[in-house]
């Protein structure tokens, strides 16, 4: 006897993050549709809940349903509390942080790593760039990011032979904290959009050999900066650009091929998050043929797999992304290039930034 798998998504309908939710939502029913599950599913069935403006309320809600499987929501704090609201399994599609480790939420299943390690790759990135630079300086929002933030970059700054000062300022208060951060040769913000414009108007004055935005990689952020954002590096969880191989579901072109010709746009890095939820939940039920919450987590603590958003491994002690790593994206003449890894650039890194303008007409010349 066929029946539907029943896939619960909660996800901001409404509100401020509503874009994000939305984008999940066409992300997942795209997915409903393409997947094809052994019997006794025919079909896949994707109802979802509004997660604002009470996300641990819309999480109760969708786990009264008793559906099959449940897709969390986007941002840190309701996707704490939706999880901390349930003890079913919840697939973390819009909440990237150390905060879920498996000690704290042995039920969720990570699919991006946490937001904070691209200061790794920045690091890394101008480690191998410059020998000799010395001291970083963070600039960071007093939010539930931001002992994570200075963790990582301070961890990392220690493996690579940086010295690290950080600042840590209140929202809506960036622009005063900026006057006061002390020289460096490698600056890191992390804030909301508009804190970080209004530190850019302060900092970019002055002489950063890097400078390095959280919000820097998406191509809406600090658009007021015009072509002073040239230079600036920042972090994207996924690029509709960067082709790679996959084991489990589509390639990166056949997705973005699928979407924009199912809603007429190109699928944001939320959407390809959603879509690979579905299809790691696909792959963990097809592995033993049940969808039971404890089926479906231990076979995804033990996949290994590659997908249009890339590698797909959870790590065994602490249950994050390991898999996954974030792009680093440098703003060369209007747009917005991968630099870092190496192996998969689609330019050199421009360093230091001020030779940013001297690289742009190196292009130009050798394009004529």
Avoid at 35 to 46: A, G, M, R
Avoid at 111 to 120: K, Q, V
């Amino acid at each position: 006897m066929s029946s539907s798998l029943t896939v619960a998504l909660v996800t901001p309908l409404t509100g401020p993050a509503a874009a994000y939710g939305l984008a999940t939502l066409r992300a997942a029913t795209l997915w409903a549709r393409d997947e094809q599950l052994p019997l006794p599913w025919d079909d896949v069935n994707v109802t979802a809940y509004d997660a604002y403006p009470h996300p641990a309320a819309a999480m109760r809600s969708a786990a009264a349903a008793e559906p099959d499987a449940i897709f969390g929501p986007y941002g840190q704090r309701s996707a704490l509390a939706a999880c901390a609201a349930t003890d079913r399994v919840v697939f973390n599609i819009g909440a990237p942080s150390t905060r879920f480790v498996r000690q704290a939420f042995p039920n969720v299943v990570n699919l991006l790593s946490p937001h904070s390690t691209w200061t790794r790759g920045l690091l890394a990135a101008v480690r191998a760039a410059d020998r000799r630079a010395r001291k970083v300086t963070v600039l960071v929002a007093s939010d539930d990011r931001a002992l994570e933030v200075v963790s990582v970059v301070r961890a990392a700054a220690t493996r690579l032979g940086f010295e690290v000062t950080s600042s840590v300022f209140r929202p809506g208060r960036a622009m005063i904290a900026a006057r006061r951060l002390p020289p460096a040769d490698v600056l890191i913000v992390q804030g909301d959009p508009d804190d970080e414009t209004a530190a850019a108007e302060v900092l970019l004055r002055r002489p950063w050999r890097a400078a390095a935005f959280s919000t820097a990689g998406h191509d809406d952020a600090l658009t007021t900066l015009r072509n002073r954002r040239d230079g600036l590096l920042g972090p994207r969880a996924w690029s509709p650009q960067l082709p790679a191989a996959t084991g489990t579901g589509p390639s990166v072109s056949e997705f973005v091929a699928y979407y924009r010709r199912m809603y007429d746009q190109l699928p944001a890095a939320t959407a390809a998050v959603a879509y690979t939820a579905g299809l790691v939940l696909g792959r963990c039920i097809r592995a033993n043929g049940r969808a039971d919450d404890r089926s479906v987590l231990a076979a995804a603590r033990t996949l290994d797999t590659s997908t249009l958003l890339g590698r797909f491994r959870l790590d065994r002690a602490t249950g994050l992304q390991v898999g996954h790593h974030s792009h680093l994206v440098q703003w060369q003449d209007g747009v917005a290039r991968v630099v870092w890894p190496a192996n998969r650039a689609q330019s050199p890194l421009v360093y230091p930034r001020s030779r940013i303008g001297v690289a742009g007409q190196q292009r130009t010349m050798t394009a004529s």
